[in-house]
C-alpha cells in the first residue's frame, strides 16, 4: 500500500533523483559483512575483471547482504590491495587501471565529457566553462619590421585611394594633397625596406600606382610640368612593364599646351609600344593623332589617319572629323562619300521595339518597365542623340558645298538620310533647310514656307514644329492673323509645346489682350520651367497690366537664371524706377554698364537719374560719356547744352547746338541757341552774323528779327531800319494769323456747344503737349526783347534758357539688336532661339 498513490494526491515530478541503490556505495563497504566474508574467502584473491570500481554484472564484487557487519581493521590492507586491478592476460592494463602511477585512461567517454580523473562530488561541465574565460589572444608585437612595413603600405593604399575619392567629388587641392603625402610615406616604406635588409622585395605595383597618381593629379591641377617629370620618371624605369602606354598621357598634355609636333612624337611613340592584339586603344591613339593634325592645319595626313580608322573600325566621331577635312580642303566628291559612310556606321543598340510591352505578358511588361529607363538605355539614347547632332552638323555644313544652290544640297542630303537607318532624321533636316532660310533673313523665300507647310500632314512632332516656325516667321512679317492660325496648329499637334505657346500668346499681346497672353505665358512655363522666353514675356505682361510687383518678381527670377542679360537688367531698373526707387534703379544700371559699358541709353538713363537726385556732377559724367558713344542724341545734347550755360561756359555749348543744328538742320530753336550763346559770351559780331544767317533761312522768325533790331541799333548800323520795318510787318501777319485762329476757335466751339458736346476742355488738352515741348518753347519766349539791354539778368536767361532735355523716359537699352519701341519690347530675339527644333 506504501506503493500506491490516491489520484487525489499531487505527485512530486522531482522525487526519487536523490535515491540511490546502497549496493553501489563504496563508502560502507567495510561495514558490509557480506563483502568482507567474500574478502576473506579465495574468492576475494581472484584478480579482479573489472574497473577500478567494479559495478557491472560480472564484477567481482558481491552485493550487500543482510548478514550483521563485521568490524575489522585488519583487513584494511587486503582491501586497498584487492581494489588494484591487475594488468590483463593479453599484456595491455585495462581501462581505468593504475599501472606506474597512473591510470589508463577513458577515452571511450571523454567526448561526453567523463574523464577517468572524476571524483565524487564534481560537476559536469563538458565545454569546461568553470575555468573561468580563456585569457586573451597574444597581440603580435608592432616592432617587428614586417609589422612596420604592413603599416606603412596600408597607409599608402589608404591614401591613394582618398586622393581618387577626393578627385571624384571635385576637390582637386585635396586630391593632390593625398597623392604626395602618399609619395611621401611610399618612399619612407622604401627606406624602411632597406634598412630591414629585404630591399629585393620592393613592392613595385604600389610604387607605380603612387607615382601615376600623383601624376594624374598634376595634370588635373594644371601643373603640367610637375606631371611630365613624374610620367618621365615612370616611363624611364624598365622595371614597370607596359609603362611606354603612358606617352599617351604625356601626348595628352603636349596637346593642352598646344605643343602639337611633340604631342605628335609622343603619340607615335606610344603606337610603336603597343601589339595589334589592342585594337581598339591603337585606333583611339590615331584619332588623337588625326585631331592634332587638324590643330596644326595639316589636313591631309589627318586625313590618312581618320580614313584608316574608318576602313579598320568605323565610328562617327571620325566620320564626322573626316568630312571637316574633306570640307577643309574643298573636296566635293569625297565629302559626299564620307557623309555616305557616316550614315553607315553601325551605333551597335538594339531597337526601340524591343523597349514596347506586350499585352498579354505581365511578368514581361514589368521587365521591360524596369529596363526602359536603366543605365544601358540611357547611354544608347544618348549614343544615337550624339550621332544625329553630328549627321545634321555634317549636312548643314557640305549642303551649300556640294551642289551649286543650297536646297540641292540639302535635298541630295535628305535623300541620302532616307535610304539609311536615320529614316525619321530626314524630317528634321528638311525643318533645318527652312530654318536656315529665316537665319539669312531671308523671309521672302517661297521656298522656306512651302518646306515648313509640307509638314502639316505629317506626324504631331513635326507638325508642331513645322508650325511653331510658321508662326514665328508670319510674326516677324507682322501678319498677325496668319501667326494666330499657325500658333493654333502647332498648339492642336503638341499642347506641351512650350514655344507654340509663346508664339500664341504673342499673338493675343500685340491685340492688347494681355490677361489672355499671361494665361499662356504660365501655361509655357508650366510644361517648361526654364523657359526664359515665356518668363521674360510673361514680365512684361504684368508691366502692361500694371501689376509691378508681379512683374519685378519675375525679373528677378529670369535675373536668377540669365545672370549677365542686359534686358534683363534694363527691365528691372525700370521697375524700380516706376515704383519710384530711384537708388535700386541706379543700382540695377550700374550692373548694366558692366555687361555693356558703351550703350549709350544706359548712361543717359543713368545721367537723368543722377540729375532728378540733385547730383548734377554725376549726371554731367553720365551724359558726357552717353555723348561719346552715340553723339546724335538730341535729348542728350539738349542737357549738355543747357548744362554748360547754366555754369556760365557758353562757348563749350555753342558746340552741342551746332551738333544738334546739323541733326534737325529745319528746327531754328538750335541756331538761335547757337546765336543766344555768342551773344552772352560777348562775341557781338559773331552773334549778328549768325542771326543775319538765321534770318536768310527763317525770314518770318520774329525772335531773330528783334535781335537783329537790338544788335545792330546798339552797333550804330544802317541795317537797323530794315529790320526794324520787317519786323513790323512779320508782327502784324502773325497778330492777323492768330485773330483768324481765334475766331475759328470761337467759331467751332460754339457749333459744339450748340451740338451738346464738352469740348470745353479741349482747349485745355490742345495745349496738353508734353512738358518737354513746352519747355523747349519756353527756350525761345524767354529771349530778351529788343528793348532789353545785353547785360540783362543772366541769371533769368539762365533759367528761362534752361531745358531739362530728359521729360519723357526711356523704355529701354538700345544694345547690339536695335532699340524697339514698347509696342514690341517682348523678346523677339529669345523667340527666334526657342523656335528652332530641338
Same mark, same amino acid.
Not at 535610304?419 to 523665300?445: G, H, W
Given at each position: 500500500?506504501?506503493?500506491?498513490?490516491?489520484?487525489?494526491?499531487?505527485?512530486?515530478?522531482?522525487?526519487?533523483?536523490?535515491?540511490?541503490?546502497?549496493?553501489?556505495?563504496?563508502?560502507?563497504?567495510?561495514?558490509?559483512?557480506?563483502?568482507?566474508?567474500?574478502?576473506?574467502?579465495?574468492?576475494?584473491?581472484?584478480?579482479?575483471?573489472?574497473?577500478?570500481?567494479?559495478?557491472?554484472?560480472?564484477?567481482?564484487?558481491?552485493?550487500?547482504?543482510?548478514?550483521?557487519?563485521?568490524?575489522?581493521?585488519?583487513?584494511?590492507?587486503?582491501?586497498?590491495?584487492?581494489?588494484?586491478?591487475?594488468?590483463?592476460?593479453?599484456?595491455?592494463?585495462?581501462?581505468?587501471?593504475?599501472?606506474?602511477?597512473?591510470?589508463?585512461?577513458?577515452?571511450?567517454?571523454?567526448?561526453?565529457?567523463?574523464?577517468?580523473?572524476?571524483?565524487?562530488?564534481?560537476?559536469?561541465?563538458?565545454?569546461?566553462?568553470?575555468?573561468?574565460?580563456?585569457?586573451?589572444?597574444?597581440?603580435?608585437?608592432?616592432?617587428?619590421?614586417?609589422?612596420?612595413?604592413?603599416?606603412? *603600405?596600408?597607409?599608402?593604399? @589608404?591614401?591613394?585611394?582618398?586622393?581618387?575619392?577626393?578627385?571624384?567629388?571635385?576637390?582637386?587641392?585635396?586630391?593632390?594633397?593625398?597623392?604626395?603625402?602618399?609619395?611621401?610615406?611610399?618612399?619612407?616604406?622604401?627606406? %624602411?625596406?632597406? %634598412?630591414?635588409?629585404?630591399?629585393?622585395?620592393?613592392?613595385?605595383?604600389?610604387?607605380?600606382?603612387?607615382?601615376?597618381?600623383?601624376?594624374?593629379?598634376?595634370?588635373?591641377?594644371?601643373?603640367?610640368?610637375?606631371?611630365?617629370?613624374?610620367?618621365?620618371?615612370?616611363?624611364?624605369?624598365?622595371?614597370?612593364?607596359?609603362?611606354?602606354?603612358?606617352?599617351?598621357?604625356?601626348?595628352?598634355?603636349?596637346?593642352?599646351?598646344?605643343?602639337?609636333?611633340?604631342?605628335?612624337?609622343?603619340? /607615335?611613340?606610344?603606337?610603336?609600344?603597343?601589339?595589334?592584339?589592342?585594337?581598339?586603344? +591603337?585606333?583611339?591613339?590615331?584619332?588623337?593623332?588625326?585631331?592634332?593634325?587638324?590643330?596644326?592645319?595639316?589636313?591631309?595626313?589627318?586625313?590618312?589617319?581618320? *580614313?584608316?580608322?574608318?576602313?579598320?573600325?568605323?565610328?562617327?566621331?571620325?566620320?564626322?572629323?573626316?568630312?571637316?577635312?574633306?570640307?577643309?580642303?574643298?573636296?566635293?566628291?569625297?565629302?559626299?562619300?564620307?557623309? %555616305?559612310? &557616316?550614315?553607315?556606321?553601325?551605333?551597335?543598340?538594339?531597337?526601340?521595339?524591343?523597349?514596347?510591352?506586350?499585352?498579354?505578358?505581365?511578368?514581361?511588361?514589368?521587365?521591360?518597365?524596369?529596363?526602359?529607363?536603366?543605365? &544601358?538605355?540611357?547611354?544608347?539614347?544618348?549614343?544615337?542623340?550624339?550621332?544625329?547632332?553630328?549627321?545634321?552638323?555634317?549636312?548643314?555644313?557640305?549642303?551649300?558645298?556640294?551642289?551649286?544652290?543650297?536646297?540641292?544640297?540639302?535635298? $541630295?542630303?535628305?535623300?541620302?538620310?532616307?535610304?539609311?537607318?536615320?529614316?525619321?532624321?530626314?524630317?528634321?533636316? =528638311?525643318?533645318?533647310?527652312?530654318?536656315?532660310?529665316?537665319?539669312? /533673313?531671308?523671309?521672302?523665300?517661297?521656298?522656306?514656307?512651302?518646306?515648313?507647310?509640307?509638314?502639316?500632314?505629317?506626324?504631331?512632332?513635326?507638325?508642331?514644329?513645322?508650325?511653331?516656325?510658321?508662326?514665328?516667321?508670319?510674326?516677324?512679317?507682322?501678319?498677325?492673323?496668319?501667326?494666330?492660325?499657325?500658333?493654333?496648329?502647332?498648339?492642336?499637334?503638341?499642347?506641351?509645346?512650350?514655344?507654340?505657346?509663346?508664339?500664341?500668346?504673342?499673338?493675343?499681346?500685340?491685340?492688347?489682350?494681355?490677361?489672355?497672353?499671361?494665361?499662356?505665358?504660365?501655361?509655357?512655363?508650366?510644361?517648361?520651367?526654364?523657359?526664359?522666353?515665356?518668363?521674360?514675356?510673361?514680365?512684361?505682361?504684368?508691366?502692361?497690366?500694371?501689376?509691378?510687383?508681379?512683374?519685378? @518678381?519675375?525679373?528677378?527670377?529670369?535675373?536668377?537664371?540669365?545672370?549677365?542679360?542686359?534686358?534683363?537688367? $534694363?527691365?528691372?531698373?525700370?521697375?524700380?524706377?516706376?515704383?519710384?526707387?530711384?537708388? %535700386?534703379?541706379?543700382? $540695377?544700371?550700374?550692373?548694366?554698364?558692366?555687361?555693356?559699358?558703351?550703350?549709350?541709353?544706359?548712361?543717359?538713363?543713368?545721367?537723368?537719374?543722377?540729375?532728378?537726385?540733385?547730383?548734377?556732377?554725376?549726371?554731367?559724367?553720365?551724359?558726357?560719356?552717353?555723348?561719346?558713344?552715340?553723339?546724335?542724341?538730341?535729348?542728350?545734347?539738349? $542737357?549738355?547744352?543747357?548744362?554748360?550755360?547754366?555754369?556760365?561756359?557758353? =562757348?563749350?555749348?555753342?558746340?552741342?547746338?551746332? +551738333?544738334?543744328?546739323?541733326?534737325?538742320?529745319?528746327?531754328?530753336?538750335?541756331? &538761335?541757341?547757337?546765336?543766344?550763346?555768342?551773344? !552772352?559770351?560777348?562775341?557781338?559780331?559773331?552773334?549778328?552774323?549768325?542771326?543775319?544767317?538765321?534770318?536768310?533761312?527763317?525770314?518770318?522768325?520774329?525772335?531773330?528779327?528783334?535781335?537783329?533790331?537790338?544788335?545792330?541799333?546798339?552797333?550804330?548800323?544802317?541795317?537797323?531800319?530794315?529790320?526794324?520795318?520787317?519786323?513790323?510787318?512779320?508782327?502784324?501777319?502773325?497778330?492777323? !494769323?492768330?485773330?483768324?485762329?481765334?475766331?475759328? /476757335?470761337?467759331?467751332?466751339?460754339?457749333?459744339?456747344?450748340?451740338?451738346?458736346?464738352?469740348?470745353?476742355?479741349?482747349?485745355?488738352?490742345?495745349?496738353?503737349?508734353?512738358?518737354?515741348?513746352?519747355? &523747349?518753347?519756353?527756350?525761345?519766349?524767354?529771349?530778351?526783347?529788343?528793348?532789353?539791354?545785353?547785360?540783362?539778368?543772366?541769371?533769368?536767361?539762365?533759367?528761362?534758357?534752361?531745358?531739362?532735355?530728359?521729360?519723357?523716359?526711356?523704355? +529701354?537699352?538700345?544694345?547690339?539688336?536695335?532699340? +524697339?519701341?514698347?509696342?514690341?519690347?517682348?523678346?523677339?530675339?529669345?523667340?527666334?532661339?526657342?523656335?528652332?527644333?530641338?
Amino acid at each position: 500500500m506504501e506503493h500506491l498513490h490516491l489520484a487525489a494526491e499531487e505527485d512530486d515530478l522531482y522525487s526519487g533523483y536523490n535515491d540511490y541503490n546502497p549496493t553501489f556505495d563504496s563508502e560502507e563497504l567495510d561495514n558490509d559483512a557480506g563483502f568482507q566474508q567474500a574478502v576473506r574467502t579465495s574468492h576475494g584473491r581472484r584478480p579482479p575483471m573489472t574497473a577500478k570500481f567494479p559495478g557491472t554484472a560480472i564484477g567481482g564484487r558481491a552485493l550487500g547482504t543482510s548478514f550483521g557487519v563485521e568490524s575489522s581493521f585488519g583487513c584494511e590492507s587486503r582491501l586497498l590491495k584487492s581494489r588494484m586491478p591487475m594488468a590483463s592476460s593479453m599484456g595491455r592494463p585495462m581501462t581505468g587501471a593504475v599501472q606506474d602511477g597512473a591510470a589508463r585512461p577513458m577515452t571511450a567517454v571523454r567526448a561526453a565529457g567523463y574523464s577517468s580523473a572524476m571524483t565524487r562530488g564534481s560537476t559536469f561541465d563538458p565545454l569546461g566553462q568553470s575555468k573561468g574565460p580563456a585569457p586573451p589572444l597574444e597581440g603580435k608585437s608592432e616592432d617587428t619590421p614586417d609589422e612596420k612595413v604592413k603599416i606603412l *603600405e596600408k597607409k599608402v593604399n @589608404d591614401l591613394i585611394e582618398e586622393s581618387c575619392l577626393a578627385h571624384g567629388l571635385g576637390d582637386l587641392q585635396l586630391s593632390l594633397d593625398r597623392a604626395k603625402e602618399a609619395g611621401r610615406k611610399e618612399r619612407a616604406l622604401v627606406r %624602411q625596406r632597406e %634598412q630591414s635588409g629585404n630591399a629585393d622585395h620592393i613592392n613595385l605595383d604600389l610604387t607605380y600606382s603612387v607615382l601615376f597618381n600623383l601624376a594624374t593629379q598634376y595634370a588635373n591641377n594644371d601643373m603640367y610640368a610637375e606631371a611630365l617629370n613624374t610620367y618621365q620618371v615612370i616611363v624611364k624605369n624598365k622595371m614597370f612593364s607596359n609603362a611606354g602606354r603612358l606617352k599617351v598621357n604625356m601626348a595628352n598634355i603636349h596637346f593642352k599646351q598646344k605643343n602639337y609636333p611633340k604631342a605628335i612624337k609622343l603619340y /607615335r611613340m606610344a603606337l610603336d609600344q603597343i601589339s595589334n592584339s589592342h585594337k581598339e586603344m +591603337r585606333i583611339k591613339i590615331m584619332q588623337n593623332i588625326g585631331v592634332v593634325f587638324i590643330r596644326m592645319g595639316q589636313y591631309s595626313d589627318a586625313i590618312t589617319s581618320f *580614313e584608316h580608322i574608318m576602313s579598320e573600325c568605323p565610328n562617327i566621331k571620325t566620320g564626322f572629323n573626316l568630312i571637316l577635312c574633306y570640307y577643309a580642303i574643298g573636296d566635293r566628291e569625297r565629302m559626299k562619300k564620307a557623309f %555616305q559612310k &557616316l550614315i553607315c556606321v553601325p551605333l551597335g543598340i538594339d531597337e526601340e521595339d524591343k523597349y514596347i510591352p506586350p499585352n498579354d505578358d505581365t511578368h514581361a511588361n514589368l521587365v521591360i518597365e524596369a529596363i526602359k529607363n536603366d543605365k &544601358l538605355h540611357q547611354m544608347e539614347r544618348e549614343r544615337k542623340a550624339l550621332a544625329e547632332k553630328f549627321i545634321m552638323t555634317s549636312a548643314k555644313l557640305i549642303a551649300p558645298a556640294i551642289e551649286v544652290t543650297f536646297a540641292a544640297g540639302f535635298d $541630295w542630303c535628305v535623300d541620302m538620310v532616307k535610304s539609311s537607318q536615320y529614316v525619321e532624321l530626314a524630317n528634321d533636316l =528638311e525643318i533645318n533647310k527652312a530654318i536656315t532660310y529665316l537665319r539669312q /533673313r531671308d523671309f521672302n523665300q517661297l521656298e522656306a514656307v512651302e518646306t515648313l507647310k509640307t509638314f502639316e500632314k505629317k506626324d504631331s512632332r513635326v507638325k508642331s514644329a513645322a508650325a511653331t516656325n510658321l508662326s514665328f516667321l508670319y510674326f516677324l512679317e507682322k501678319d498677325y492673323d496668319q501667326a494666330d492660325r499657325y500658333a493654333d496648329l502647332a498648339m492642336t499637334a503638341d499642347r506641351y509645346n512650350p514655344a507654340a505657346l509663346i508664339n500664341k500668346g504673342n499673338t493675343v499681346f500685340v491685340k492688347k489682350d494681355y490677361e489672355k497672353a499671361a494665361e499662356f505665358y504660365k501655361e509655357a512655363l508650366r510644361n517648361d520651367s526654364s523657359c526664359t522666353e515665356a518668363l521674360y514675356n510673361l514680365g512684361l505682361t504684368y508691366k502692361r497690366l500694371g501689376r509691378l510687383e508681379e512683374s519685378l @518678381d519675375c525679373f528677378l527670377k529670369l535675373h536668377a537664371i540669365l545672370r549677365n542679360s542686359a534686358q534683363v537688367m $534694363w527691365q528691372l531698373a525700370n521697375l524700380f524706377e516706376m515704383l519710384e526707387d530711384p537708388h %535700386q534703379a541706379i543700382e $540695377w544700371l550700374m550692373q548694366l554698364i558692366t555687361v555693356t559699358p558703351t550703350d549709350p541709353q544706359v548712361l543717359a538713363k543713368l545721367g537723368e537719374l543722377y540729375d532728378s537726385e540733385g547730383d548734377k556732377s554725376q549726371a554731367f559724367q553720365y551724359y558726357q560719356e552717353s555723348f561719346r558713344y552715340f553723339p546724335s542724341n538730341i535729348d542728350v545734347i539738349e $542737357w549738355l547744352g543747357a548744362y554748360y550755360i547754366d555754369t556760365q561756359f557758353c =562757348e563749350k555749348a555753342i558746340q552741342y547746338f551746332e +551738333r544738334a543744328t546739323l541733326i534737325q538742320p529745319t528746327q531754328v530753336k538750335w541756331q &538761335l541757341m547757337v546765336a543766344s550763346c555768342y551773344r !552772352r559770351s560777348g562775341n557781338y559780331q559773331k552773334a549778328l552774323e549768325t542771326y543775319k544767317d538765321i534770318h536768310r533761312k527763317f525770314p518770318e522768325n520774329v525772335e531773330c528779327l528783334r535781335f537783329l533790331v537790338r544788335l545792330c541799333t546798339d552797333m550804330g548800323m544802317k541795317e537797323v531800319q530794315d529790320y526794324a520795318t520787317k519786323l513790323k510787318k512779320v508782327e502784324k501777319m502773325k497778330e492777323i !494769323r492768330e485773330q483768324r485762329v481765334k475766331s475759328a /476757335r470761337e467759331g467751332s466751339a460754339r457749333g459744339t456747344r450748340r451740338e451738346g458736346s464738352a469740348s470745353s476742355d479741349s482747349g485745355h488738352s490742345s495745349h496738353g503737349t508734353s512738358a518737354k515741348g513746352e519747355r &523747349l518753347s519756353a527756350k525761345m519766349r524767354a529771349l530778351p526783347g529788343s528793348n532789353e539791354p545785353y547785360e540783362a539778368s543772366s541769371q533769368r536767361d539762365i533759367d528761362a534758357s534752361y531745358v531739362d532735355p530728359l521729360g519723357a523716359p526711356m523704355e +529701354r537699352p538700345k544694345t547690339a539688336a536695335k532699340k +524697339r519701341n514698347e509696342e514690341d519690347e517682348f523678346a523677339d530675339e529669345e523667340l527666334g532661339d526657342d523656335l528652332l527644333p530641338e
